[in-house]
């Protein structure tokens, strides 16, 4: 069971430094509801550790709540990119609270950060301005009593018992080869074809699903490489074939098109980043984190639209991985860990009353001559 959520928090010193405190709200991601509310006083400190504590304190709060995936918005532009990656934390006071709220952040499926302005900060600053109200009339603060804080969703069920119903059975396929595949340049959303290779390697694919099965349908990005993949699966299986946006690879920005080494030697400290968290974004381009809402998305629908049925979904490396992914519910620590070739299929059984089951992955023995 998956549950989304906002983090909003707020921190604030009369003074700077000065009596201080912080505020953090966290909200239902699908209908705004408020979940929970935290504040508390902090003493004499500055702003920015007050910001921190309040980012903290909210962190804490989603994982009460068993929260699976996280969006922080604050306004503190200075603790945003901290935890982006894109700012060093140059300070004593802020860098063991910035270690802190990464350690919490590595606990979640997926989690990114928002910068808004403080306007829509509101309820956040709200509360942090009660602590420091209610601490300088010798009290301590309270949550509103309109404010239930919702329990954790119960645990999914685990174990060997067999699920209620039959799954639905995804084989995630990825496009066969391309010019970028064999140079191994960031490929996102550009629109190469299937080199000659490639297009051997979707025959292969297709004619090894034709004789394993039938299937309810082929849905694919909508991406060339990925299409001509998925038309001659859906050819060789008599089935629909279906695009959906949601499919298509991460957006790589200014890193489209080039090498590993490029990026390297032009962004160092942005590479770096995009490497140690996922709501990282390459210059332009969109992060794991934001591919994670948009596939979780895609799975939904493909849920619902296939109950019970085989359905080849054919895609991308980052989006695959992160269908496998949210099949382990693992965290997103987990897309550095997984290797997926070209033309490679991965199998994941998904019960609506169960955990889903990953069966294969980068199943490639169909290719071998």
Not at 11 to 29: E, I, K, Q, T
Not at 52 to 67: H, W
Not at 226 to 250: K, M, Q, S, Y
Request: net charge neutral; hydrophobic share 40%.
């Amino acid at each position: 069971m998956s549950l989304r959520v906002i983090v909003e928090a707020d921190g604030g010193s009369r003074g700077n430094p000065g009596p201080a405190g912080y505020g953090a709200v966290v909200r239902d991601a699908s209908d705004g509801q408020v979940l929970l509310e935290r504040a508390e006083s902090l003493g004499r400190c500055t702003n920015n550790v007050a910001e921190y504590r309040g980012l903290i304190a909210g962190l804490q709060g989603a994982a009460q709540l068993s929260a699976t995936d996280v969006d922080v918005r604050m306004d503190s532009k200075l603790v945003v990119e901290q935890m982006s990656g894109r700012w060093r934390v140059k300070h004593p006071d802020l860098q063991p609270l910035n270690a802190q709220a990464r350690e919490l952040a590595r606990s979640f499926g997926s989690i990114g950060f928002t910068w808004i302005p403080r306007e829509r900060n509101k309820h956040a600053d709200r509360l942090a301005n009660e602590a420091m109200d209610a601490a300088a009339k010798g009290k301590s603060w309270q949550p509103s009593s309109a404010v239930e804080e919702k329990p954790a969703p119960a645990a999914p069920r685990v174990g060997w018992s067999a699920p209620a119903g039959p799954p639905t059975t995804t084989v995630l396929l990825r496009h066969g080869q391309t010019e970028h595949s064999v140079e191994r340049r960031f490929s996102g959303r550009n629109d190469l074809p299937l080199n000659a290779t490639g297009q051997a390697q979707a025959k292969a694919a297709a004619t090894w699903l034709a004789a394993h099965g039938e299937f309810t349908a082929v849905v694919s990005s909508p991406l060339r490489r990925a299409r001509e993949t998925a038309e001659v699966a859906a050819a060789a299986l008599g089935v629909p074939l279906a695009f959906d946006d949601d499919l298509t690879e991460c957006d790589f920005g200014a890193w489209e098109g080039l090498t590993f080494a490029e990026v390297a030697q032009r962004w160092p400290d942005e590479l770096a980043a995009w490497r140690g968290s996922a709501g990282t974004a390459p210059p332009d381009g969109e992060s794991f984190a934001a591919v994670a809402r948009r596939v979780g998305r895609a799975r939904d629908r493909l849920l619902e639209a296939y109950p019970a049925g085989r359905v080849v979904v054919v895609s991308h490396v980052t989006p695959i991985k992160t269908l496998l992914r949210l099949a382990l519910e693992a965290p997103s620590s987990v897309l550095y860990r997984l290797h997926l070739d070209v033309a490679s299929m991965s199998t994941v059984d998904w019960y609506g009353d169960a955990p889903a089951s990953v069966r294969s992955v980068n199943v490639t023995g169909y290719l071998e001559p």
